[in-house]
């Protein structure tokens, strides 16, 4: 994340105070939200950033922009805002970006410290966000604002948030472009700053003709100063060709030539700085000329205070991208993947990417991409990696990099979307296996890896890929220890104990040398499963205590791979007759049923089954049946698992011969359960619907029987009854 964006913008020499519209903000009293939407050009960063500054050190920052349409980001801004605020333990910004989205707002909520004094974060270009999951996070982050707190949001789109709503309880602020207009006085000054002294006629000739849109005012300043007649630049919804047909004409006219040159090369980037500048356009010392320009008030807004990063106004980019295409159409392409080398020698992927995009070069994205998306995908950023492939899969190229297809027929498998899973998978079986991809890895040993990791011909067949897998993947492939953990779980899931346990340690020592601790919680559970069938109980309690210990300090809890690690440790927990303990941890490994899908179905299987025992050891018939048929469910897709099925036929024999009582909250399916945490929030049950792909009848059918379950009467019920059982997942 750019420092940069976290920074409140620096004011440039002789800007106005919007002193009239800071005392009404004051004087609303700490509403929730302060809704600042306008068109371009009205000052709406420019008045957030004047109330940022009186209220330091209690005000936040982030400047909205593409990259925020994932839920992840959005969580991580947001969290570290509040965490620069010392409103929150820093700790908790890594956690929250994995499986982020509206579910996660409750936690960032609760995490704020209730002596912290009460401050204001603003989000800026707010109109950048289009994502709906990230429109609902921050719907939730305002209905849910500590007392005093304040969420300041500029845009030049209506918010997608409840504002009839907010409005009626009084907790909104609205300014729009009525407000945003200048006053007479407002106007005077602003002119005044650039240099211009207009006398009264032309004042007032200016403030009819603009409507008192500051921008125009600003740049008939700007013309007066320049000694050039004024010719109106009218306001935006007059005439929103008029700013830059003026900005074209008369601004550039009053520059050289090579700063002309500069201005519209550089409008390629979104934020600018001198090395990237002298990168992208091929030049020196544009670091002196940004500074040259900010004092020359030509619309180029400092990001930092160290005046490193900067940014143009919004309409003169867009006017100066319109003179770049007219005047050298040909060099954007190459301004382009100028830029993205840049950002990819310094580690910014995110732009890196974003450039390359925009030169049309794909093969520069898919090699990106192959390199990004992994470590992308691990810390949460499912939405952003989605979003690169999809980039590629549409302009055509999937079919070129088959490494790409294999990592995101992966990762629609970790998803629980077979279907894409499946489609992608063919498109990645089409290329030769023996193509060397830029990791070092053949299409080969990628394609052997997904096969032994879905499972889907046999245990033998499972055995046989990883071994082929293992023996091609590149000596440094952080999946090889996958593929010698799945080499010893197919050993398992032949009850050849002997065979399998070494290959489980190994595997172990491996994925903790290569940084895979959720994968190395994992295998513990696993080794847990062969120590209970050697009837080891000490075995058992040790492993089970080592893998729970990675899971709670690593902050995996939420991870799919940690729903094994808690049904063997609640199993541990029964074996020392602490059934408190037991139910627990069982309610953690519940929690994340709704993880445990058909794609990867070793794992989910054998977590459902522990699970299972578990409820039955608690004399709990009715849990664990429900956790019995989601994984009898899972075996019918996925029939060739060795013992798991005889496992799970002999707790279906036991359960048959119970009298189960069918109500009870361990009752809940997998969609009650991830449906459950939903009804937290302020979404209807057709936003619910929309938010899981299903019909609202669903939703509420499934919503009645999470009320039955849980014997309550009302959603506010549901979710409090949910918390007190631990089955909140957030």
Known sequence: MAESKLERPESRPGITTRSRLLAAIDAAGPVPVVAVVAPAGYGKSTLLAQWAAARHPDSGWISCDQGDNDPAVLMTCLAAVLAHLGAIDPEVVAPLAQGAGITSVPALMDAIRPDVRPAVVVLDQFEAITNRECHYIVTEVALRLPPGWQLAIASRHALPLPVPRLRLQGGVLELGAGELAMSADEARRLLHGTGAVPDDAALTHLLDSTEGWPVGLYLAGLTFRAGVPWRGASHPGAAGDDVRTYLRGEILGQISEAELTFLTRSSVLARLCGPLCDATVDGTGSGRLLEHLERRNLLVVPLDRRREWYRYHHLFREMLAEELRRREPELVPRLHARAAAWFETRGFADEAIEHAQEAGDRDLVARLVLEHMQPMWASGRVDTVLRWTTWLERAGGLHRYPGIAIH??????????????????????????????????????????????????????????????????????????TMLFTEGMSYLLEDDLDRADPILALAREDAEAAGALPVAAMILAERCVVAERRDDHARVESLAAQALAIVESGGFEHYWTSALVYACAARAALGRGDVRGARLLAAHCARLRPLLVSSIPVAPVQALLELSRVYLGLGDAAGAEGALRQAEEILVERPRLGVLHHEARDLRDTLDRLAADPVGASSLTAAELRLLPLLATHLSLGQIGEQLHVARGTVKAQTTSIYRKLRVSSRRDAVSRSRELGLDIR
């Open 408 to 481: 995101g027929a992966l990762i629609f498998a970790l998803l629980g979307q077979v279907e894409q899973a499946d489609a992608w998978a063919a498109v990645a079986r089409k290329a030769p296996p023996d193509v060397v991809l830029p990791d070092g890895n053949t299409t080969g040993s990628l394609l052997a890896y997904l096969r032994a990791i879905l499972a889907q011909d046999g245990v033998e067949a499972m055995r046989a890929d990883a071994r082929v897998s293992f023996a091609e993947l590149a000596p440094s492939s952080p999946y090889r220890v």
